[in-house]
């Protein structure tokens, strides 16, 4: 049975924890009845889950951290790890100190206040967010807490100058860059990177088997990055995108031309190995859209440009997010509302030819022939 007690001035509560071991607990100087009772309760609260420790016991929020990164070795992509490696170490400064159940969610919204004040990109400051809560997941399911913080806190949202950092071709540009490049190779890279939206690790570990010639289709299977070849990252990433009969006829065309290698790459380099993706875009990428009088923008940007070209012309969301490879068509609506026209009066007249065609209709000519004629 716990209970509190004052011994020398101050509040000390003893009881039981989950393991049936007794404990005490001193509380500070001037402490009140009132607020023992309380902090008695908490205690009690903790007990009945099972996430009591003793504050000795109480891991850090840097040790806690070290060990999710052990526990997620095994199950991550090499460079994926070292990627939440970074972040642990570079970002989590405020809280390494810190008893892991000390960070609370209003922390968690200071942190990502202060990160924002600083500047950070809001893409790179969501991602850090997802491995500080799996970090706090990883504690309550070791009972070191009782429930995550960082599912509580309100996620940072784009401000207007974020959402025009996304830049976008128009259809002139896009002719007036593929014009400028000369290499067929490049020329077709470029061609296939904005009429599929593919990610630049994509398109650098096609291969020619990956080809449908019958659907007219690639096949996403794997990506190129940092010198190797992986699997796509999630089965949404893993997707079949069409492609149009030019785009079609400009892959069979550099097929012929192609270098072939025991790789079997649609774009290798010159011994027949993956193309080195700095390199393409320093020597060819940058140059023709310099040479074509165009903005810098980056690569990918051109993934960019394919989305919000589909949207414009009104294609189905559900379909746009299928080919994009997002996990949802929300995904694809959060990254690419803005980027949506205002208006669309082709819209507008189809609803009316919806509703009105027929007898309808035909009462609204004949209520307008009447208001013509009597007027």
């Known amino acids: 049975?716990?209970?509190?007690?004052?011994?020398?001035?101050?509040?000390?509560?003893?009881?039981?924890?989950?393991?049936?071991?007794?404990?005490?607990?001193?509380?500070?100087?001037?402490?009140?009845?009132?607020?023992?009772?309380?902090?008695?309760?908490?205690?009690?609260?903790?007990?009945?889950?099972?996430?009591?420790?003793?504050?000795?016991?109480?891991?850090?929020?840097?040790?806690?951290?070290?060990?999710?990164?052990?526990?997620?070795?095994?199950?991550?992509?090499?460079?994926?790890?070292?990627?939440?490696?970074?972040?642990?170490?570079?970002?989590?400064?405020?809280?390494?100190?810190?008893?892991?159940?000390?960070?609370?969610?209003?922390?968690?919204?200071?942190?990502?206040n202060t990160r924002r004040k600083q500047g950070i990109n809001i893409y790179t400051l969501r991602k850090i967010l997802v491995t500080l809560g799996q970090i706090m997941a990883y504690a309550v399911r070791h009972k070191y807490i009782d429930y995550n913080p960082v599912r509580e806190a309100e996620r940072p949202r784009e401000s207007g100058a974020e959402l025009k950092g996304i830049k976008v071709l128009t259809p002139q540009e896009i002719q007036a860059f593929l014009n400028a490049v000369t290499d067929q190779k490049y020329k077709t890279l470029f061609m296939l990177a904005v009429m599929s939206g593919a990610r630049q690790g994509e398109l650098l570990g096609l291969k020619w088997s990956d080809l449908d010639l019958i659907n007219n289709q690639i096949n996403?299977?794997?990506?190129?990055?940092?010198?190797?070849?992986?699997?796509?990252?999630?089965?949404?990433?893993?997707?079949?995108?069409?492609?149009?009969?030019?785009?079609?006829?400009?892959?069979?065309?550099?097929?012929?031309?192609?270098?072939?290698?025991?790789?079997?790459?649609?774009?290798?380099?010159?011994?027949?190995?993956?193309?080195?993706?700095?390199?393409?875009?320093?020597?060819?990428?940058?140059?023709?859209?310099?040479?074509?009088?165009?903005?810098?923008?980056?690569?990918?940007?051109?993934?960019?440009?394919?989305?919000?070209?589909?949207?414009?012309?009104?294609?189905?969301?559900?379909?746009?997010?299928?080919?994009?490879?997002?996990s949802s068509p929300t995904v694809t609506l959060n990254v690419y509302a803005h980027l949506m026209k205002g208006e669309n009066q082709e819209a507008a007249c189809r609803l009316e030819n919806t509703i009105f065609e027929g007898t309808g209709h035909n009462l609204v000519t004949n209520e307008k022939k009447e208001l013509t004629v009597n007027g």
């Not at 393991?19 to 205690?43: D, H, S, V, W, Y």
């Not at 006829?249 to 192609?258: D, G, I, R, S």
């Not at 993706?277 to 690569?299: C, E, H, P, T, W």
Request: hydrophobic share 35%; glycine share 4%; proline share 3%.
């Open 1 to 112: 049975m716990a209970c509190i007690t004052k011994r020398r001035d101050r509040w000390v509560i003893d009881f039981y924890d989950q393991f049936g071991q007794r404990q005490r607990k001193t509380l500070p100087l001037n402490t009140t009845k009132t607020r023992a009772r309380e902090e008695l309760r908490a205690i009690e609260e903790m007990v009945a889950k099972g996430t009591f420790l003793h504050e000795k016991k109480t891991p850090l929020f840097s040790q806690v951290a070290i060990d999710w990164l052990e526990y997620k070795k095994p199950n991550l992509r090499e460079t994926t790890w070292e990627v939440c490696k970074g972040q642990v170490k570079n970002h989590f400064s405020d809280f390494d100190n810190l008893k892991i159940n000390r960070i609370t969610t209003a922390a968690i919204e200071k942190f990502i």
């Open 220 to 326: 996403i299977q794997r990506t190129f990055t940092k010198g190797r070849f992986f699997d796509t990252k999630t089965r949404y990433s893993r997707r079949k995108i069409d492609l149009g009969p030019m785009v079609m006829l400009e892959l069979k065309k550099w097929k012929l031309a192609c270098l072939k290698s025991d790789l079997d790459l649609i774009f290798p380099n010159e011994a027949g190995g993956p193309t080195n993706y700095s390199n393409m875009v320093q020597r060819y990428y940058r140059k023709a859209l310099k040479d074509a009088g165009i903005s810098q923008i980056r690569f990918h940007d051109l993934r960019h440009t394919y989305c919000s070209l589909l949207l414009s012309q009104g294609e189905n969301v559900k379909y746009i997010q299928t080919q994009m490879g997002h």
